[in-house]
Nanobody, 123 residues
């Protein structure tokens, strides 16, 4: 089993930045691909970004490309989402996901999920 705990959410003004962290424990973290999803009130959960176990491959939703770089530190068992130039439409609960297969992470079918962290962007 893998446990994922997100942190770093909060309230920020439009144009500001936040960095989300997802700390993993349990099974060997470095063998897992990781990703971030978000769900706004009344909307379906959507893919934000994903990263391979090595960090060499990344994918982004068009809505965040160029603003939300994803990275990981396998020595710390942590994946990050640096959120820059935030917009009110980025307001959502952000979830971390993990799976052995990057494709499953991207599709939202990861085996492991965190509890989420709230990000609110004020205009």
């Amino acid at each position: 089993q893998v446990q994922l705990v997100e942190s770093g959410g909060g309230l920020v003004q439009a144009g500001g930045s936040l960095r989300l962290s997802c700390a993993a424990s349990g099974r060997t973290y470095s063998s897992l691909s990781m990703g971030w999803f978000r769900q706004a009130p009344g909307k379906e959960r959507e893919f934000v970004a994903a990263i391979s176990w090595s960090g060499g491959t990344t994918y982004y939703a068009d809505s965040v490309k160029g603003r939300f770089p994803i990275s990981r530190d396998n020595a710390k068992n942590t994946v990050y989402l640096q959120m820059n130039s935030l917009k009110p439409e980025d307001t959502a609960v952000y979830y971390c996901a993990a799976d052995a297969l990057l494709s499953r992470v991207r599709q939202g079918k990861g085996d492991y999920w965190g509890q989420g962290t709230q990000v609110t962007v004020s205009s």
